[in-house]
C-alpha cells in the first residue's frame, strides 16, 4: 500500500506566485483533509471533503487559498498569490470511515521567500 | 483559542524510564481523544486513542489515560526507548470528522 501520496515535497517560490499542492490519498479512502503545521499554530485542518464534497472549509485562512478535489484519488491546495506568511508544512489525511484513523501524507515544505 | 493544549514544548527522559505526555482540553463535545507521533519530514502516525467512556487504554507500552472531569488526558511510555524520540500530538473530536490538534510535546529519550 502507498499511503498518501503527496508532492512536491518541497516548494520554494517566492511571494506573489502561485503555489499548488497536490495530494493523492489512499486508494477507497472517502473522506480527504488539508493540514498546515506552523510553529505559532501548530497543526491545524484547513478543509476537509468526504466522497470529493468538500464538508468543513472554516479553517481556510482567506480567500486566497483554494481546494478541490476532482475524483476521489486527487486533490490540490492552491495558494494565490502566496505570502510569507503561508511557509508552514502542508499535510494531506485520508480515512475510510469517519471512525477511522486518518492517515497522513509525508507533507510538503513551503517557502515563501 | 487552543481547544487543545499541550503546555509542555519538550521532554527529556532516560532510557528504560517512563515518559508522561500530557494533554488538556477545554470543549466538552470532545468525546474521542488521539495520541499522534511524528519523525522528522514524515507525517504524523496514529499511536493510540480512548474514547470518552472508557479512562484507560492500554497498547502495549503505551498507556492513554483519560480524566473527563479535568478535561485531561497523558500518554504513558514504559519503558522509552531512544526510537520513542519524536514529536507527540494529542488530538480530541466530537461530533464529526474533524480533529482538533494541540501543538505538540518533543520527546528525547537519551540512552
Known amino acids: 500500500d502507498a499511503g498518501v501520496i503527496q508532492s512536491p515535497r518541497h516548494e520554494v517560490t517566492e511571494m506573489g506566485q502561485e503555489v499548488t499542492l497536490r495530494c493523492k490519498p489512499i486508494?477507497?479512502?472517502?473522506?480527504l483533509f488539508w493540514y498546515r503545521q506552523t510553529m505559532m499554530r501548530g497543526l491545524e485542518l484547513l478543509i476537509y471533503?468526504?466522497?470529493?464534497?468538500?464538508?468543513?472549509d472554516s479553517g481556510m485562512p482567506e480567500d486566497r487559498f483554494s481546494a478541490k478535489m476532482p475524483n476521489a484519488s486527487f486533490s490540490t491546495l492552491k495558494i494565490q498569490p502566496s505570502e510569507p506568511r503561508d511557509s508552514a508544512v502542508y499535510f494531506c489525511?485520508?480515512?475510510?470511515?469517519?471512525?477511522?484513523?486518518?492517515?497522513f501524507g509525508p507533507g510538503t515544505r513551503l517557502t515563501v521567500l | 483559542d487552543q481547544q487543545v493544549k499541550q503546555n509542555s514544548p519538550s521532554l527529556s527522559v532516560q532510557e528504560g524510564r517512563i515518559s508522561i505526555l500530557n494533554c488538556d482540553y477545554t470543549?466538552?463535545?470532545?468525546?474521542?481523544f488521539l495520541w499522534y507521533k511524528k519523525y522528522p519530514a514524515e507525517g504524523p502516525t496514529f499511536l493510540i486513542s480512548?474514547?470518552?467512556?472508557?479512562d484507560k487504554n492500554e497498547d502495549g507500552r503505551f498507556t492513554v489515560f483519560l480524566n473527563k472531569s479535568a478535561k485531561h488526558l497523558s500518554l504513558h511510555i514504559v519503558p522509552s526507548q531512544p526510537g520513542d524520540s519524536a514529536v507527540y500530538f494529542c488530538?480530541?473530536?466530537?461530533?464529526?470528522?474533524?480533529?482538533?490538534f494541540g501543538k505538540g510535546t518533543k520527546l528525547t529519550v537519551n540512552p
Open positions: 471533503f468526504n466522497n470529493n464534497v468538500p464538508i468543513d
Open positions: 470543549n466538552s463535545m470532545f468525546d474521542y
Open positions: 488530538a480530541a473530536q466530537g461530533g464529526s470528522e474533524k480533529l482538533v
Open positions: 486508494s477507497g479512502h472517502n473522506s
Open positions: 480512548i474514547s470518552s467512556i472508557k
Open positions: 489525511a485520508s480515512n475510510g470511515q469517519p471512525s477511522d484513523t486518518q492517515y
